[in-house]
C-alpha cells in the first residue's frame, strides 16, 4: 500500500514550514512494501541529525572552543560517555573503603550494620542512596576515591547524627556526609535509612 512519497514536512525554518525531500527526486517516489526499509532509514537520519544540522553545528563549535577535537579524538564513544557521566555500576568493596567515620569506629554495630544493609540493595537502591549523600547520580570515573578530588566537598563520611530513634538520618550533599542517629537494631537502622532516602530530598541543611 502507498503511505507517502519519499519526502517529509515538517521542515521548519524561522517558523516556517516546508517540503524536504530525503533523496533526490524522493518527492516523486510512493513509498511501497519495497522501499520502506530505505524510507524509515532515511526520515530517521532526518529527524536525528539533518533537521537539526545547524544547531549541531553551532553547539560543536561551542564546544570544541572549551574542548579542543584533538583532545576527543582519544576517546571512543564508550570511554567519553565514563568520562562525562561517571560509573553506572556501584562496587560496594570500592565504596567501604573510600568512606571515611566521623564519632563512629568500624567495628560499631551501626557501621556493620550499615554495610550489611547495603550489601543487600540493589543498584536502583545503592544509586538512590549514594545521591541522598552527595547528591551524584553517578559514581565519578577512577570510583569512590575520586570524591575527595572532583570537589571540596570532600570523601563520603558517615557521622554520628543527633536525636533519637524516632529521627530519621540526615545527609549533607555540601560535605557528602551521612548523619546516622544510633538506632537500636539492624532493622530500624535499614528501615529509617530507606525511608530517609527514598522520601526525603538531598541534604542541604548542613551545609
Known amino acids: 500500500a502507498v503511505v507517502s512519497t519519499q519526502s517529509t514536512g515538517d521542515r521548519v525554518e524561522f517558523g516556517e514550514q516546508g517540503s524536504l525531500e530525503l533523496k533526490p527526486?524522493?518527492?516523486?517516489?510512493?513509498?511501497?512494501?519495497?522501499?520502506?526499509?530505505?524510507?524509515?532509514?532515511?526520515l530517521s537520519e532526518h529527524k536525528m541529525s539533518g533537521a537539526i544540522r545547524s544547531q549541531i553545528g553551532s553547539f560543536l563549535a561551542g564546544f570544541h572552543s572549551i574542548v579542543p577535537r584533538r583532545i576527543l579524538a582519544i576517546f571512543s564513544a564508550d570511554e567519553l560517555e565514563l568520562v562525562l557521566c561517571g560509573l553506572n555500576i556501584i562496587d560496594r568493596v570500592d565504596w567501604r573503603r573510600n568512606t571515611q567515620y566521623v564519632n563512629f569506629a568500624e567495628r560499631d554495630d551501626m557501621i556493620v550494620w550499615f554495610w550489611e544493609i547495603l550489601d543487600g540493595y540493589t543498584q536502583e537502591e545503592l544509586f538512590t542512596l549514594l545521591k541522598f549523600i552527595t547528591g551524584y547520580s553517578r559514581v565519578p570515573h577512577g570510583g569512590f576515591a575520586q570524591f575527595a578530588s572532583i570537589s571540596s566537598s570532600g570523601p563520603?563520611?558517615?557521622?554520628?547524627?543527633?536525636?533519637t530513634e524516632e529521627n530519621l538520618p540526615k545527609s549533607s550533599v555540601c560535605f557528602n556526609l551521612l548523619l546516622l542517629p544510633v538506632y537500636s537494631s539492624k532493622e530500624m537502622l535499614r528501615d529509617r535509612l530507606h525511608t530517609a532516602m527514598t522520601y526525603a530530598s538531598v541534604g542541604f541543611d548542613q551545609c
Open 25 to 42: 527526486g524522493g518527492g516523486d517516489i510512493l513509498v511501497t512494501e519495497e522501499n520502506k526499509v530505505e524510507y524509515v532509514r532515511l
Open 156 to 163: 563520603i563520611k558517615i557521622s554520628r547524627g543527633n536525636g
